[in-house]
């Protein structure tokens, strides 16, 4: 039988309410930069992942000098008219990938989103679409689907694809 005096079991509670406590504090999003201020109105998306957003853009698109407040803002948008639970599950992956650890371990990008070069993002990339685990494929291809879907959708890309919307239909939207 276990003999424990009343002393020893106080300690062991301050101790595992310690260690939990770091694990809570290392587990919380952390910006390590704060994003900058944009005029632009998220309803879903916060600022960190905004962030995430303007930086794996640009990569992922394969295309320099994007407008990337329409990109995050059209992101927004799409992730708006989803179902809840896919909004839920999108949460869940902003949250994951604005974790400084999760970043780094996860994901595999050392810098923080911001400052992370176009070689790190593509790499990153690359492991999650190539990735045998199908949450990390199922996270590519939403964050993949989202961007592009922002992008191609806006009317200033149209140009450079030489697509050229029929008058009828441009005198239909808002």
Known sequence: MINIKR???????????????AAAWLAAPV???????SAVRLDFLQAA??????SLAPVMLGIAGLPLDDVVQGVDR???????????????????????WARWWLAGVRS???MAQAGELSQFLLRW????????RSAYQALR?????????????????????????MGLLP
Not at 31 to 37: G, S
Not at 49 to 54: A, T
Not at 129 to 136: A, V
Request: a positive charge; zero cysteines.
């Open 7 to 21: 002393r020893q079991l106080i300690k062991t509670g301050m101790a595992g309410s310690v260690v939990l406590l």
């Open 112 to 114: 923080p989103w911001a």
């Open 145 to 169: 689907a989202l961007i592009n879907a922002a992008w191609f959708g806006n009317p200033a890309s149209w140009g450079a694809l030489g697509y050229q919307q029929p008058p009828q239909i």
């Open 129 to 136: 679409q190539n990735s045998s685990l199908l949450l990390l």
């Open 78 to 100: 799409a992730i708006t008219k989803l179902l809840p639970a896919v909004q839920q599950e999108l949460r869940q992956l902003f949250d994951l990938l604005a974790n400084r």
């Open 49 to 54: 992942d905004g962030q995430i957003i303007r």
């Open 31 to 37: 910006d390590d930069y704060p994003a900058p201020v």
